[in-house]
């Protein structure tokens, strides 16, 4: 947040503001309260792509009809490990939730559980459904496909949504594992960042539709919402020199877990249009799971090893330019602790957008 | 293989082979079926790094005491959906084998099953086991740890392994998905091919002890074997720019599920020495799991939908200088039908390895 105007916004102040924005477009007091905790959790964590600069995206979601506020969600098929979801087109945060629970508890009475969701929404960070599962002793996975934004090896078309992976772990004197990443270089949020402050993006992250790199961060934004041509390279770069197979097979491995074991939509058919171009619902899909710790080992015992493990890659020798090796989610958890004390930097032009959330449905704007 | 002096050997007769000598050095041989299967699977798929060139590497093994050719395996935890084994430090490929089928009868029975083992040993290819997943209706997952030879994100020293991430799922009328990765940006067989035919290895591949690229493939083995500065860059490459810290988290989420879940060795503790600078047994973890397809959708469809997805992603428009996108698996199914009918073009120099282990034992050469 360096150099970029912002308020200091205490967190639990821009819960409420959320909850009741999404209670005046019809979303349900307890899903609402679901949606501004994850949002503000993402802030409070550091990951502002993810955080209350997207609830006018969700906003826009319900007015446009892809995402219903109040949805008739059912379960499909059930047994006592797994569930096949439908989330009746609502938004994504509450249906993670419900399912991410569901695997949980499937895990903590069967060493196991895994709840796959069809016809979902956008959920915000993808790790605040796998950490749910870190209270009751449990190794939390959380999947999600994704609007396509990401080409293949050797494409230049978007096929794949940057899909990610979260994998949370628990640990006994450390923080928590938490990793949660997109499968592509960059998170597609990450450039709508760069184009807010009008700054260039490297040129190993994203190409055109002749396979030329683009730096200009409006540019690419404006192909990533045509989806006709160019994208984000995937986790690994242009090629296979570096690996950028990889990343796009990961991108494939989570669009198999989510969009086809669930019988939702995948790839470039996410987020279609009627024939009026009207949007439909996005018909995204989910895959949440969960082990029991104890059923393979002592969880104390775990715990430990988990600690010993991140701190013996924390200790170990650096470049010569870093004094710091940071593990997944410590980064995060530092914020988390500055920010719950001195409150969430919010940057300007993100105020205004709330502030014009608040106006149109005449909530009174106190932030 | 193009350049390379080879001669082309029947796949069978290589298997053939292979049993004779990891029977000659006490292996069960129901065991070294298996052993040999997975090794000579590896050069029909085109993995050449995988292949009959390591046999003298699981020879060795034994010989050191790293892997016992006939271990006492133990089943230490059991539900209906988990196992914990003990491998006992037996050959990797075996344990894995069996691991495996223990997880999909489990995921057959009850949805989902996992296996995790402790005390193996290294396993040959992970695609193997996942693809045990495939003719049951199911999805499989296998991820293993392995010897040190990544570095950490802002580290120099290696820490962890390239734990690879295995998924297969299946298909209708396609050759199945069968994604099987590294997390570093190369897999550490790579850098022995390069070396063995003394060819220059790329400057983003890995980093010595003050952070500069190596190119020489012959010196990065060395820093390999030695285990003590330096070593190959997580998926991503150097530093956080285009994510090489998610393959080192990647890499850290494979080493929570094998070296942690299972309570096995992890990071740089793996390969551990006695004090008289003996080698013990190697301690590596794995972890394998499926998932029953049709406990969340039919089989049909989701066969169907992957089939739809495969050819969606190869039939979108590619870069100018290539004219062809190809799916995780689909090389590897390209060498098999070829390999299978003309022979696997084996290196004069792994010719040679194979000859000597046949001379030191007494077997026939006949290849």
Redesign the interface.
């Known amino acids: 947040m360096k150099n970029i105007a912002h308020i200091l916004v205490n967190h639990e102040a821009l819960i409420d503001f959320c909850i009741q924005i999404l209670i005046q477009h019809g979303v349900l007091n307890a899903d609402a309260e679901i949606v501004a905790d994850v949002l503000v959790t993402a802030d409070l964590r550091g990951i502002e792509s993810h955080g209350v600069a997207s609830l006018a995206r969700y906003i826009d979601d319900i007015k446009k009809g892809i995402a219903i506020p109040k949805p008739h969600t059912k379960i499909i098929?059930e047994?006592?490990?797994?569930l096949?979801l439908d989330g009746g087109a609502g938004l994504g945060h509450p249906n993670a939730h419900r399912a991410m629970l569901i695997a949980v508890e499937k895990a903590v009475q069967?060493?196991?559980g895994?709840v796959?969701v069809r016809n979902s929404n956008h959920f915000g960070i993808a790790g605040y459904y796998a950490m749910l599962a870190l209270d009751r002793d449990c190794?939390g996975i959380a999947l999600t496909n994704s609007i396509s934004a990401v080409v293949?090896?050797?494409?230049?078309?978007a096929?794949?949504g940057t899909n990610p992976?979260a994998?949370a772990?628990p640990t006994h004197h450390e923080q928590p594992?938490v990793?949660d990443?997109?499968?592509?270089?960059?998170a597609a949020g990450r450039i709508g960042i760069y184009k807010q402050r009008n700054q260039s993006i490297?040129p190993?992250?994203s190409?055109d539709?002749?396979?030329n790199s683009i730096t200009d961060s409006e540019y690419l934004s404006h192909l990533l919402l045509e989806r006709k041509?160019g994208g984000l390279l995937p986790?690994?770069?242009l090629g296979e020199?570096?690996?950028g197979?990889?990343?796009?097979?990961?991108g494939?491995?989570v669009?198999?877990?989510c969009?086809?074991?669930?019988?939702s939509a995948?790839?470039?058919?996410l987020y279609p249009q009627a024939n009026d171009g009207h949007a439909l619902p996005s018909g995204i899909g989910q895959f949440f799971g969960a082990?029991?710790?104890n059923?393979?080992?002592p969880e104390a015992?775990?715990k430990d090893?988990?600690d010993d493990?991140l701190r013996?890659?924390r200790n170990?020798?650096?470049?010569?330019?870093?004094n710091?090796?940071?593990?997944?989610g410590e980064k995060e958890y530092e914020a988390l602790e500055q920010r719950s004390q001195i409150g969430i930097p919010v940057p300007m032009p993100v105020i205004d957008k709330l502030r014009s959330l608040a106006e149109e449905v005449g909530v009174t704007f106190t932030i």
Chains 1, 2 share one sequence.
């Not at 990443?181 to 960059?186: H, K, L, N």
């Not at 197979?245 to 990961?250: A, E, I, M, N």
């Not at 969009?259 to 019988?263: A, E, F, M, T, Y």
């Not at 170990?316 to 870093?322: I, Y």
């Open positions: 098929y047994t006592p490990v797994t096949l069967m060493g196991a895994f796959s190794i293949p090896t050797f494409g230049v078309k096929m794949l992976i994998l772990a594992f990793l990443m997109a499968t592509s270089v960059v490297p190993n992250w190409i539709e002749s396979a041509a986790l690994g770069g020199n570096a690996g197979h990889k990343g796009f097979g990961l494939l491995m669009e198999t877990m969009g086809i074991l669930s019988g995948y790839a470039d058919l082990w029991k710790i059923c393979f080992r015992d775990f090893a988990m493990l013996r890659i170990s020798p650096k470049v010569p330019s870093k710091r090796i940071y593990t997944p």
